[in-house]
């Protein structure tokens, strides 16, 4: 049981440049989110999912765009590279609650740690 | 705006006890989390506190005043192999988690 995988676990990009990280989990998890982590602050949501074929925007969801084409995938784009965009990147995945709502435990992939020069 | 605020370092001894402080202001409330995170690894889940008072877990305890809008994480009994940060998060009225920095916990021996 793999859990939560990211790939590639670290890049380095030139300024303007695109990529796409890959996340996929084999949890049978609804949701699933990408979120990147800056030293001093808190992980920041960037883009979310809470379910295939859907997708929402998060609190830094400017220069990416995701697609969740399948339930256990989600997939992260850069369109063009910028150097505010260095982080480490974490995906992470969740079940829903009885509700249907987010339990907030979330089960995060190992990181992919981006660097844009 | 939505802030959660918590120590940004802390230092304790082996074999001793340490609280981490939490503070939040958000957008309603859905539960507050703490999280661990070893240098260079992901997070991972250690509790989930939804109505006020002690959830206790093992060597670990997570303590919620919603009123106060305070947590704290009580860890006994210190190993040196928890070293590392502790991430508080609350779910807003959205039901999506907002992070605190974190704290950086150093155990010397």
């Known amino acids: 049981n793999a859990g939560v995988t990211q790939t590639p676990k670290f890049r380095v990009l030139k300024t303007g440049q695109s990529m796409t990280l890959l996340c996929a989990q084999d949890m049978n998890h609804e949701y699933m989110y990408w979120y990147r982590q800056d030293p001093g602050m808190g992980l920041r949501l960037i883009h979310y999912s809470v379910g295939e074929g859907t997708t929402a925007k998060g609190e830094v969801p400017d220069g990416y765009n995701v697609s969740r084409l399948k339930k256990q995938n989600f997939l992260l784009g850069l369109e063009s590279a910028a150097p505010s965009q260095t982080s480490v990147y974490f995906c992470?995945?969740?079940?829903?609650?009885?509700?249907?709502?987010?339990?907030?435990?979330?089960?995060f992939g190992e990181g992919s740690r981006l660097t844009v020069l | 705006g939505q802030n959660i605020d918590q120590p940004t370092e802390m230092t304790a001894t082996e074999g001793a006890i340490v609280q981490i402080n939490c503070t939040y202001q958000t957008s309603g409330f859905n539960g507050l989390f703490w999280y661990q995170q070893h240098a260079g690894e992901a997070p991972t889940f250690l509790s989930y506190?939804?109505l006020d008072g002690l959830e206790e877990k093992g060597r670990f305890s997570s303590f919620l005043s919603r009123s106060k809008g305070y947590s704290y994480l009580l860890l006994k009994e210190l190993q040196m192999k928890d070293s590392a940060s502790y991430l508080c998060?609350?779910?807003?009225?959205?039901?999506?988690?907002?992070w605190g920095a974190g704290t950086k916990l150093i155990i010397k021996p």
């Open positions: 992470a995945s969740s079940p829903p609650g009885l509700a249907g709502d987010n339990t907030g435990e979330l089960f």
């Open positions: 506190n939804v």
């Open positions: 998060a609350v779910m807003d009225s959205n039901y999506q988690l907002i």
